[in-house]
């Protein structure tokens, strides 16, 4: 029921920042957890980071302390920070709308960091 779309991947430089963008329509977003996902090439999607309506928010461990998520409910937006970026970080980066067992998905965007 929600329409999800990414914006804000880039190449970046190891040590370099960039904030990933989630812009959604229809459904009531204050009711949703958002999260972010990636998924490298050849390699299995993982959660990235979560946060509930509440704001409560989940990180993984790969991603604690340099990644931040955050939302703006007026603005149905999802924010993802990101700091300190490694090459392992390079991924396709996909936002999630999550209610009970049901996901929509955004279409993606790319981030590569490279020197």
């Known amino acids: 029921q929600v329409q999800l779309v990414e914006s804000g991947g880039g190449l970046v430089q190891p040590g370099g920042s960039l904030r990933l963008s989630c812009v959604a329509s229809?459904?009531?977003?204050?009711?949703?957890?958002m999260g972010w996902y990636r998924q490298a090439p050849g390699k299995q999607r993982e959660l990235v980071a979560t946060?509930?309506?509440?704001?409560?928010?989940n990180y993984a461990d790969s991603v604690k302390g340099r990644f931040t998520i955050s939302r703006d409910n007026a603005k149905k937006t999802v924010y993802l920070q990101m700091n300190s970026l490694q090459p392992e970080d390079t991924a396709v980066y996909y936002c999630?709308?999550?209610?009970?067992?049901?996901?929509?998905w955004g279409q993606g965007t790319q981030v590569t960091v490279s020197s």
């Open positions: 999630n709308a999550g209610l009970g067992n049901r996901d929509s």
């Open positions: 946060i509930t309506h509440t704001t409560t928010t």
């Open positions: 229809g459904g009531i977003f204050m009711i949703y957890t």
